[in-house]
């Protein structure tokens, strides 16, 4: 839930107050904005996304380095033994001088430049999965919507293209823990230019090529089910105000996979649920909820975790209280904001793109 006075899409007056004036963090603020993500990260690299668009500077990288903890220097120093680098502990936030001070000063035993040469050789450590039940049906969910999944060697290897940069984010939130992801521009038969992403993984993800085209007994329970359902809705899901016949949000799945769709139908047809399941053109169907309480009730069971999703579907949840609390108008002007918000969000990104493709091309 909002604190009192705020509205989301945050404006620039009330980010500066937050974060300069009362010094709060990117995830304080989250939470002031009752962002709904199960993992804290994502919820930051909303608010982090919302400063830069509105020009707010970070504040000083240097303030980190002042703050080194003990478990911090611990966390280094397990890093460091498990054969990361120093660059690589470092980041983009500290500088490996620091790091190494620190390790110093802890009396570990640093490598040789020889040793460290070798260890980069596999520099980008893929590290095993190590989710809940729920967070596997996540993760297959998504790739079952927007993800290319194949063998690379040893490695599964993750690959999709976009021209939103709340989806890269979102895609490092996911993967970034687990492997280094390359993001690039390229051309785009449809957007004229996006960005491309790729990672490569443990074996141990080795599921989502396992269940590309069949679902596991075990995901079919209820909280795996929403969680698979909340990977694919963050995949290829939309939810959308719908002011023409009637006052409230509607929810749509578009795929070609019609099995798949039929399944999630019958699924949550019996959690309550009447999905109805539109034929299109080229194979592609759609499935729509469009009765506004169950749309709220839906979003309200998801675990959604792609920022511009729940951006949207806190604001559709509360359209009941809007109602009732005679600010319907309001709520209607916030969701607009977002979609604006969003819209431009894209268009600069893929500006970006192009702006990258051709001056790599003019050198």
């Not at 080229?282 to 998801?302: A, Y």
């Not at 359209?319 to 979609?339: E, F, H, N, P, T």
Request: glycine content about 8%; hydrophobic content about 40%; aromatic content about 10%.
């Amino acid at each position: 839930m909002l604190d009192e006075g705020l509205t989301w899409p945050p404006t620039r007056e009330d980010l500066e107050r937050l974060y300069i004036v009362e010094k709060l963090s990117a995830a304080k603020i989250a939470k002031a904005y009752g962002l709904r993500y199960k993992d804290l990260k994502v919820a930051e690299s909303a608010i982090l996304y919302h400063l830069k668009r509105n020009g707010i500077k970070r504040r000083d990288p240097a303030d980190h380095v002042r703050k080194v903890t003990e478990e911090m220097v611990d966390a280094w120093v397990r890093r460091y033994e498990a054969g990361e680098s120093l660059k690589q502990i470092a980041g983009c936030v500290l500088s490996p001088v620091t790091v190494m001070t620190h390790l110093n000063a802890g009396k570990v035993q640093l490598r040789s430049r020889l040793g460290a040469q070798i260890t980069a050789v596999s520099k980008h450590l893929r590290r095993p999965f190590s989710g809940s039940k729920e967070d596997q049906s996540y993760l297959i969910g998504f790739a079952r919507g927007n993800l290319y999944v194949s063998r690379h060697g040893r490695a599964i290897r993750i690959k999709t293209a976009t021209t939103h940069p709340m989806m890269i984010e979102h895609l490092r939130q996911l993967f970034g823990q687990f492997g280094h992801c390359l993001v690039s521009p390229r051309k785009s038969a449809l957007a004229g230019f996006e960005w491309s992403f790729q990672v490569d993984l443990d074996k141990s993800f080795s599921f989502l090529l396992e269940f590309r085209r069949s679902l596991p007994r075990w995901i079919l329970r209820r909280r795996c089910f929403l969680s698979f359902l909340a990977g694919f809705f963050d995949a290829e899901g939309s939810i959308v105000l719908n002011e023409s016949s009637f006052f409230g949000f509607q929810i749509s799945i578009t795929n070609t996979d019609t099995p798949l769709l039929e399944a999630i139908r019958a699924r949550m047809g019996r959690l309550g649920f009447d999905f109805h399941l539109y034929w299109g053109k080229n194979g592609v169907c759609r499935l729509q909820l469009w009765k506004p309480d169950k749309v709220e009730e839906l979003l309200g069971l998801l675990p959604l975790r792609h920022p511009e999703k729940v951006s949207k579907a806190s604001i559709a949840y509360s359209r009941r209280k809007a109602i009732s609390a005679g600010s319907y108008d309001g709520m209607v002007a916030q969701w607009d904001s977002l979609i604006r918000s969003i819209k431009s969000g894209r268009d600069e990104f893929v500006r970006q793109a192009k702006e990258a493709i051709e001056g790599a091309a003019g050198k």
